[in-house]
């Protein structure tokens, strides 16, 4: 048999070598990786001969960064994953693509996604990102801690009051010996659990036009709704002692899933963290939406995160349908149905809401009715602000600062923040 040409046989070889290689940036953890490559093999039996690679990072802080630093010079992924957090930064650095010209050649309408979702990624009529998924927050709650407590578990509008009540009479001594080792709820310094707290009590941390804290963040409404929330420790005891302020996310999962807390504040992303323990039959869960102050209109916010395409990229063509196809019903459905996220679609979200027989997508669904974007989403310097904001919750916690000292001092420094993010 006579060998074949050196010229085929190079042909031959590279026919099973990918035309192209396409990476995606996330933050995502190890179970979503594995259901987020479901939907990159789909793409790649789509497109044969095009291999997508996922590098995905541990933490947002630290991700961000490496995007910003892989476009800066010159080696951006071509497609990745944008916070609303960190849509106004990129949107001011102009460095992504308005994807939303390309939209009808991927077998995308834009108007089929949640409205409130879609304008979390638009900037002056440009969208630089394809919605993924979102998720407003809510309360989780323990049903059989509620009915052991011959407590009526709350549902749609229910107020501060009917919270405290609820969460006092949750917070007990199970077991005789003299201690409390069961909880309402639990007290978290992070703003994005707390802030709609604060909203719905009718405080805020900037003023409406976002440029300044001062006059809000220390404004009466913002004080007596935080005194409310820092209460939970100084006055009501519902919550774990305060040395577990600094706790993991973790703890508090242990605690919930336990039965050692009734109420927490969740987003449907937390959804995996439950699930195991409800299919074991070890968990009874509810969500009711985020309770408000007597005389103010219920409230809440809502997350939201897109696939995004550097204006660099050299691929442009492929990497606008990969986004696409990340964003498509098919797409969604794989996470959905892993309980990630509510589908940015509309229509899919409310098919898988009608399907729910436990009730527990709808309730977030009707979490939307009150859910305004974060502050993250409008303003440049968030995450500074963020950073900022546990300080004085700790200061006044941890060191017994007054509440309206700690507040005026954090507004002075977040109008720094904000006066130099704008230079």
Not at 395 to 418: S, W, Y
């Amino acid at each position: 048999m006579r060998p074949l040409p050196g010229a085929l046989l190079l042909l031959l070889a590279c026919a099973d070598q990918p035309v192209a290689t396409l990476r995606i940036s996330s933050w995502a953890d190890e179970m979503e990786q594995r259901i987020e490559r479901r939907n990159l093999q789909a793409f790649e039996r789509a497109h044969p001969g095009v291999r997508v690679v996922n590098d995905a990072i541990s933490t947002q802080a630290e991700y961000r960064e490496q995007v910003l630093t892989s476009i800066a010079a010159g080696a951006p992924p071509d497609v990745f994953l944008l916070d609303n957090i960190d849509v106004p930064n990129f949107a001011a650095r102009e460095v992504l693509l308005d994807l939303g010209p390309f939209a009808a050649n991927v077998g995308l309408d834009t108007g089929a996604f949640e409205p409130a979702v879609r304008a979390i990624f638009t900037r002056d009529g440009k969208l630089y990102a394809y919605p993924k998924g979102y998720s407003p927050m809510v309360v989780v709650y323990n049903r059989r801690l509620f009915r052991e407590a011959g407590l009526t578990p709350p549902t749609g509008n229910w107020t501060w009051d009917e919270f405290l009540q609820a969460a006092r009479a949750l917070t007990r001594d199970t077991d005789g010996d003299g201690r409390v080792d069961q909880w309402g709820t639990v007290f978290d310094r992070r703003v994005f659990l707390w802030i709609p707290w604060l909203w719905s009590g009718g405080g805020d941390v900037l003023c409406a036009d976002g440029r300044r804290a001062s006059g809000c963040l220390d404004g009466p409404a913002t004080e007596r709704a935080l005194g409310w929330y820092l209460d939970w420790v100084r006055r009501d005891s519902i919550v774990p002692r305060v040395m577990t302020l600094r706790r993991s996310l973790g703890d508090q999962f242990r605690l919930f899933n336990s039965g050692k807390v009734a109420m927490l504040t969740t987003g449907h992303f937390w959804l995996p963290r439950f699930r195991p323990y409800v299919r074991d039959g070890r968990l009874e869960i509810g969500f009711a939406p985020i309770p408000h102050a007597p005389g103010v209109p219920p409230s809440t916010v809502v997350y939201a995160s897109g696939w995004a395409v550097p204006a660099s990229v050299s691929r442009r063509r492929l990497a606008v349908k990969l986004a696409g196809a990340l964003a498509d019903s098919a797409a969604q459905r794989t996470r959905v149905e892993q309980g990630l996220e509510l589908s940015a679609l509309s229509r899919l979200g409310a098919e898988v809401a009608a399907a729910d027989t436990l009730g527990w997508e709808q309730v977030f669904l009707d979490a939307m009715t009150t859910a305004r974007v974060p502050w993250g989403a409008r303003v440049r310097g968030w995450r500074e602000v963020e950073h900022r904001l546990p300080q004085a919750l700790d200061e006044v916690l941890l060191a017994g600062r007054p509440l309206h000292e700690a507040l005026a001092a954090a507004a002075q420094d977040i109008d720094r923040i904000l006066a130099e993010t704008e230079r």
